[in-house]
């Protein structure tokens, strides 16, 4: 199998390889347990000495062949899916991470990650510090602290749409011994491979445009395999000294580039639980099919949606990376250059209350706690997604309070204007 083959057939043949007679189709593995004839050969697999499978709360058939596509989708050494976004983003970081450490983070991420990083891990004790991605490496340099073990961005700031400067976040990161997590959730790798701009660890909401239908919640984790974790073994002993819960086992030893991920399964799918089920697993693969056909769609329908959007004088502004004109535009052509995302940022003249209205107006467009999937969908973060942060805060993560979250899906492009159209003007 070459791994120099394009994203487009990936998306259609990786991950599962059937063997003579064996199902076309990714199976089902639809068992919480798997059978084996000896004690002996289940015990090995509790002490990682043998591969295979013996509980689904850590891994299953399903799941491990839709990782293995989005980890050669991605470029990467190994991966693995999560039960959602969230849960992806969590496990990256607590994979290395412990009370007393320190996280620096793009000020500008989704609200539930920001919520994720300074309120629920404050409470395990990690301290995370925002930061404005746009400040020169000389300014970021100095939040960093001896504790500090990742950088933590996205791709593209959900619903900021901020650009994240790849090559030098992961430039920082590695200038102090640490590696740089990215979330590519709203570029996918069909639009952007962040491996290939030197960032260490890649997650993804599947549910987002992997799933690409709103039908299944899901996460995936997948590691580079680059890092040198033994180059900075102080700052990395879960993954560097031994593992007394498994017989004193060192992952970087034992596991090589796996490492990072056997030891976030091993570990922490062990101890957690946050296994994407198999079924849900089985409808990501069938949305990952199309992936690399509807990205381009709904990038080409938000670039239009973006066009008229900026033509309307009841319009205050419009923020989409793909547009000429837009602050991260230059970012987004060296980055992204077949593409950004479906997902556009305006505001109205009236402010919050115009934004109501507008939505309420709406009757293509669908008001859903959701974005990037086949079907126009439109959020007001403020009350929605950020609702727990206030104005201030609201402005430091990139989003204006009277910001519309408008995702563009796979229709066509005049029936999505023609319903901004009636509803801003009916």
């Known amino acids: ?86 849960a992806a983003n969590f496990f990256a970081i607590i994979n290395i991470c412990s009370a007393g ?17 300074t309120v629920t891990l404050k409470r395990f004790g990690i ?10 490496e000389e300014e970021l340099a100095k939040e960093f602290r001896p504790n500090t073990k990742c950088v933590f961005a996205e791709t593209i700031a959900n619903p900021a749409l901020v650009v994240l400067d790849i090559e030098k976040f992961a430039h920082l990161a590695h200038s102090h011994g640490v590696p740089l997590i990215v979330d590519n959730t709203f570029a996918t790798p069909v639009n952007c491979r962040p491996f290939e701009w030197g960032a260490d660890i890649v997650t993804h909401s599947t549910t987002k445009y992997m799933d690409g239908h709103g039908m299944t919640v899901g996460g995936c984790i997948v590691d580079s395999g680059n890092f040198d974790w033994d180059a900075h073994k102080e700052k990395f002993p ?3 000294t031994p593992d007394e819960s498994y017989h004193g086992i060192i992952y970087t030893q034992r596991f090589g580039k796996g490492a990072f991920i056997t030891k976030a399964t091993a ?10 089920s198999p079924q849900n697993a089985f409808l990501l693969n069938a949305g990952l099919e199309s992936l690399h056909l509807r990205v381009p769609r709904h990038c080409e329908n938000a670039l239009k949606v973006a066009e008229y959007l900026s033509s309307r004088e009841d319009v205050a502004w419009v923020k989409y990376p793909g547009l000429p ?39 293509l467009a669908s008001i859903a706690t959701h974005v990037a999937d086949a079907k126009t969908c439109v959020l007001h973060p403020a009350s929605h997604t ?26 066509n492009a005049d029936d999505i204007i023609e319903d901004i159209r009636q509803a801003l003007e009916d």
């Not at 390889?17 to 076309?24: A, C, D, I």
């Not at 570990?267 to 994407?276: E, S």
């Not at 950020?386 to 229709?411: C, K, T």
């Open 267 to 276: 570990q922490l799918m062990r101890d957690l639980g946050c296994i994407q």
């Open 386 to 411: 950020h609702r727990q942060l206030n104005d201030e805060q609201l402005v430091e993560a990139g989003v204006d309070p009277s910001m519309i979250r408008f995702s563009v899906g796979i229709e």
């Open 101 to 117: 450490d320190h996280v620096i983070s793009s000020a500008t991420i989704y609200g539930g990650t920001s919520n994720l990083l």
């Open 238 to 240: 879960g993954l560097t």
């Open 127 to 136: 301290e995370t510090t925002l930061v404005d991605p746009d400040l020169p």
């Open 325 to 363: 004109g837009d602050k991260y535009h230059d970012l987004a052509q060296k980055y992204m250059p077949k593409g950004t995302c479906g997902v556009i940022s305006f505001g109205l003249k009236g402010g919050r209350a115009a934004a109501s209205v507008f939505m309420d107006k709406l009757k």
């Open 1 to 86: 199998m070459s791994k120099k083959r394009s994203i487009e057939t990936t998306c259609i043949q990786g991950g599962w390889q059937p063997g003579n007679g064996e199902p076309r189709q990714v199976p089902i593995y639809q068992s919480t347990t798997f059978k084996y004839s000896t004690s002996e050969a289940m015990g090995k697999l509790f002490d990682l000495e043998a591969e295979g499978y013996f509980y689904t709360r850590l891994q299953n058939p399903t799941n491990d062949a839709v990782a293995a596509k989005i980890c050669e989708m991605e470029g990467g050494a190994a991966a693995m899916l999560t039960s959602s976004g969230q």
